[in-house]
């Protein structure tokens, strides 16, 4: 039952933000690249501050620092071939912006299969 109730709640803490930019997006339809790029600027601050001072400090818990720096290698790796797709299939279109949001929700699917593997562990230890 404690993985049913991780489960729901992660799918919707998961969505709720997306959600919530997603009502904000339709209620501001005249948003200008200044505000888009704050936006975007305030979300890598986020994501750079959960990698720095939670997932990094936990994966040198759990491993060795070689596995760890072979793991981050590997995913900038995987997020330069995800950039590189996503411009080639967007070459005559030219939005960057499109580009941006393809090449995040690349990411973000990706990085939610080991976060979940590590919700399930966390809470098969709680539990």
């Given at each position: 039952m404690n993985i049913?109730?991780?489960t729901m709640l992660?799918?919707?803490?998961?969505?709720?933000?997306?959600?919530i930019g997603g009502i904000i997006g339709v209620k501001f339809k005249n948003t200008t690249?200044?505000?888009?790029?704050?936006?975007?600027?305030?979300?890598?601050?986020?994501?750079?501050?959960?990698?720095?001072?939670?997932?990094?400090?936990?994966a040198l818990e759990l491993a060795e620092f070689s596995k760890v720096i072979t793991g981050i290698?590997?995913?900038i790796i995987?997020?330069?071939?995800c950039d590189i797709?996503?411009?080639?299939k967007l070459r005559?279109?030219?939005?960057?912006l499109l580009k941006t949001g393809i090449a995040v929700g690349i990411g973000l699917a990706l990085h939610n299969i080991p976060e979940g593997l590590r919700q399930s562990r966390v809470y098969k230890c709680l539990g």
């Open positions: 049913l109730k991780s992660g799918l919707f803490f998961g969505t709720f933000g997306t959600t690249n200044k505000s888009l790029s704050f936006i975007l600027s305030f979300a890598s601050g986020l994501m750079m501050s959960i990698v720095c001072f939670d997932l990094i400090p936990e290698t590997f995913g995987t997020m330069i071939i797709v996503a411009q080639n005559a279109k030219k939005n960057t």
